[in-house]
């Protein structure tokens, strides 16, 4: 089951009190196990109220033809637009769908573009792309039913957006696995200008972390996660460099922004995708057409557990 695959934190008690290195090395361990026994292996996520959604991989990973596909009641769904974004509205939690697990290279991403919108391994240049600036630092996605529009410069920003939907970074320290779509709370954001274009960086946090209770704004992060802030922002800054691309800058000062601002900013994005489903925006090569089924609401409260078969 997922729960017993991905809920590793509760060990890390068991080690606070010892020295530093005995507890990183056993984050290491328990990120290798994880990635041994979940690699290839179909896994579902259900709902408390009916909501099921099988993940289905197909082709070899880091190939060309690899794919994940939601499936539900017989028939693919999007990642993008059959997720419902709201998780649980009483509790502020969002659904956020892991596309790179945390200590991973390969830049999987939701194909936009492709019918159903599956998650896939982007192409750069002819080749699948990997990061060389090294392993990610925290599990990356985004938030479904979200878009950042390309028409549309943000007054904070001054550019336009990328024409994706939203990108997530969670910050726990144990990978989830891509295509797991996991509740989480939003603390914060950083306003990333990526080759001219607005790409803000929301930063959550799993219900399964154990600091989750305490972590309710951005400005706890660095209190219970020391560092973990400078490492996100270090990451975006300069993870293209290696490909011989300028380092990225950051809007506000280079500082992240409050959670108010950041749930702000999602509801801009959502309202985004709304407009982009109703037809007032143009879409271009976007696959939207699952999004006109609109069997998933985001109206209402949606409890999502992600499970391995």
């Not at 998650?119 to 750069?124: E, H, R, V």
């Amino acid at each position: 089951a997922h729960q017993k695959l991905y809920s590793g934190f509760s060990f890390l008690s068991l080690i606070d009190s010892r020295k530093p290195i005995m507890r990183r090395n056993f984050i290491f361990a328990v990120r290798r196990t994880i990635h041994a026994r979940a690699r290839h292996r179909p896994f579902s996520t259900r709902t408390l109220n009916g909501f099921q959604c099988n993940i289905q991989e197909i082709g070899r990973s880091n190939s060309r033809d690899w794919r994940l596909f939601c499936q539900r009641n017989n028939r693919i769904e999007s990642f993008w637009h059959n997720i419902p974004l709201i998780h649980d509205r009483s509790r502020s939690l969002y659904n956020f769908i892991s596309e790179i697990p945390l200590g991973t290279r390969a830049k999987n991403e939701i194909a936009t573009e492709e019918e159903h919108t599956p998650i896939k391994q982007d192409i750069s240049k002819g080749e699948l792309r990997f990061f060389s600036y090294g392993s990610i630092p925290f599990n990356y996605g985004c938030f479904p039913q979200t878009y950042e529009d390309p028409n549309e410069s943000h007054p904070d920003t001054n550019r336009p957006g990328d024409n994706d939907p939203i990108d997530v970074c969670e910050i726990s320290e144990i990978p989830l696995r891509t295509g797991v779509i996991e509740p989480v709370k939003i603390l914060g954001v950083f306003g990333l200008i990526d080759e001219e274009e607005t790409d803000w960086k929301i930063i959550a946090v799993s219900l399964q972390n154990p600091f989750f209770s305490q972590l309710n704004d951005i400005r706890d992060v660095e209190r219970f996660l020391p560092g973990r802030l400078d490492s996100i922002r270090d990451w975006f800054r300069n993870y293209k460099v290696g490909d011989g691309k300028p380092p990225n800058r950051f809007s506000h000062d280079d500082e992240p922004q409050s959670k108010e601002y950041a749930t702000r900013i999602v509801a801009e994005t959502n309202q985004s995708w709304k407009d982009l489903v109703a037809g007032k925006l143009e879409p271009g090569k976007l696959y939207i057409d699952l999004a006109k089924r609109n069997h998933s609401s985001n109206n209402g409260n949606c409890r999502v557990n992600s499970q391995v078969s």
